[in-house]
């Protein structure tokens, strides 16, 4: 079974005309791209999450390495240095 031929596509066009009339099928058309195109759209932020995901599951799975100058330890300002940084700002 393959694609329809020359006369098949006519009859298969006036069929769609008598149906639903030569001022809907633009619109129908136009529609049915636009629905193609939001799924495409849709498609592609699922792909791009899905990669994102995976980009997330291998930096937390490797171990984090410290360039020249890091402390291994994160930095946490104590109380004091806390309410001179607000008395600072006022």
Do not use: C, H, Y
Request: proline share 6%; aromatic share 4%; no cysteine.
């Amino acid at each position: 079974m393959g694609l329809p031929g020359g006369w098949e596509l006519v009859l298969i066009v006036g069929v769609l005309v008598l149906l639903f009339g030569a001022t809907k099928l633009p619109q129908m058309a136009r529609s049915l791209g636009q629905s193609a195109r939001v799924f495409k759209a849709e498609a592609r932020g699922m792909k791009e999450d899905e990669e994102a995901a995976k980009r997330e599951k291998q930096t937390k799975s490797e171990p984090q390495q410290l360039t020249a100058g890091e402390s291994s330890a994160p930095t946490v300002a104590s109380p004091v240095e806390e309410t001179q940084r607000n008395d600072s700002k006022k």
